[in-house]
């Protein structure tokens, strides 16, 4: 993973880690705003200027890739990359998580 | 609805789109539904009821490429496309606004990356151009000289004070982005040293650039000479003339005023003789080094003059 990859996405945005999550199966934007939208209660609504800046930044950096467009909906999925970030993302937030565990 | 449209002239600056929607938002709200825009800032609007709608803007490029791809986005979160106009997409949701501005972007993140996109598609091609065409210009034409072209004089002139005002406006435009940019990012990302140094940066360089061409003008349309006068009649050392230097001398039937320049630079010289109150009996444009002589054809009172245009040299003028 190159220092600029790092830099940009660890950490990354909540947009972000949802995208990379909800990628791990083909998904189009739309998609992933339903289900982040129900993961959350309705608590966070992503929105369309968001999903559009972020699924087109992260397929050039080589964390999504496209695979088909189906009713003009880009579906994409996660890459090597992705799931490498991802990774890497989720270790930082379940130590985030044991540490607030154990100091409350 | 037909004939019940009407178009409004309002000129946003590159980063005011904050301001735009707000103003798109009320006249919704005053019954005036927005339907387009048209160069170079002419606001289409048709009468409908008053009520409430959010209008939201996004730059993107590649959305307006991928436009069928981009806009499906909008439209299946609830937006409504209306339209393009200059790289901004346009877009309402009908409907409350309520106490939390419905927005196109959910994160601090997304709309810094939307200043930047503005930033890349808009303001760097005005940054090119100011520094390879408009101050290259300016520069040239303002230095520059034309020497026996006739007229080439005043179309300098003309063409330097155009690129001076195309530089002043590119700093104010300049100015008016970096206090825009500034709010933004300080609204974003909350107030740091960083972004103030950024910001205070970017006024000291267009201060500096100010001060620069001012500077560089008074140096190329100031006069700064020095007269000495001797038994023979006077000269006129010269660093740089954009003004008239002017003698009076009572002269007879038979005297020569003699023109002599020694030394000559660059820029344009004038000379001539004139009785008070007549025409000009003699007169020389853009002359270069050499002698010009006048022989004074009747007793009077003659104005010696010699003008010039950012000119440098030496003229010496003997009366005999």
Known sequence: MDAHIKKVYVPMTETGFYILLCLKEPNHGYGIVQMVKEMTEGDIVLAPGTMYGSLSKMEKDGLIRFVREEEKRKIYSITELGSEVLNLEMKRIERLYRNMKEMR | MMGNGKTVFKFFTIPQYRQEEDYLSAMNEKGW?????????????????????????????????????????????????????????????????????EEIFCDDASRLDMMKRVFRGKI??????????????????????????????????????????????????????????????????????????????????????????????????????????????????????????????????????????????????????????????????????????YEIQNDGRFRIEISGKKATGIVEVTIE
Request: proline letters at 2%; aromatic letters at 18%.
């Open chain 2, 124 to 293: 760097i091609p005005l940054i090119i151009l100011f520094v390879s065409v408009i101050i290259p210009q300016m520069f040239m034409n303002t230095v520059g000289n034309s020497v026996g072209i006739k007229g080439w004089g005043i179309v300098r002139d003309i063409l330097s004070f155009t690129f001076l005002g195309l530089a002043i406006l590119y700093l104010v435009i300049f100015s008016v982005t970096a206090v825009q940019f500034y709010k933004y990012e300080k609204l974003v990302s909350g107030d740091s040293s960083g972004i103030r140094l950024k910001y205070v940066s970017v006024f000291a360089l267009i201060g500096v650039m100010i001060a620069g061409i001012g500077l560089f003008f008074w140096l190329s349309y100031r006069s700064s000479y020095e007269v000495t006068e001797n038994a023979a009649g006077y000269v006129v050392k010269i660093e740089k003339l954009n003004t008239s230097i002017v003698k009076e001398y009572d002269l007879k039937k038979g005297d020569a005023v003699r023109f002599h320049i020694a030394e000559f630079e660059r820029g344009h010289l004038y000379l001539s003789v004139t009785e008070i109150g007549k025409e000009p009996v003699f007169y020389s444009d853009s002359c270069n080094f050499g002698y010009y002589t």
């Open chain 2, 33 to 101: 539904r927005f339907t387009g825009v048209t160069f170079p800032g002419f606001y289409h609007f048709e009468k409908s009821e008053p009520e409430q709608a959010a209008y939201r803007l996004d730059y993107n490029r590649e959305g307006i490429r991928d436009k069928d791809e981009y806009v499906q986005m909008f439209t299946d979160c609830g937006w409504e496309y209306i339209c393009d106009f200059v790289g901004y997409s346009y877009f309402r949701k009908q409907g409350a606004v309520g106490e939390e501005r």
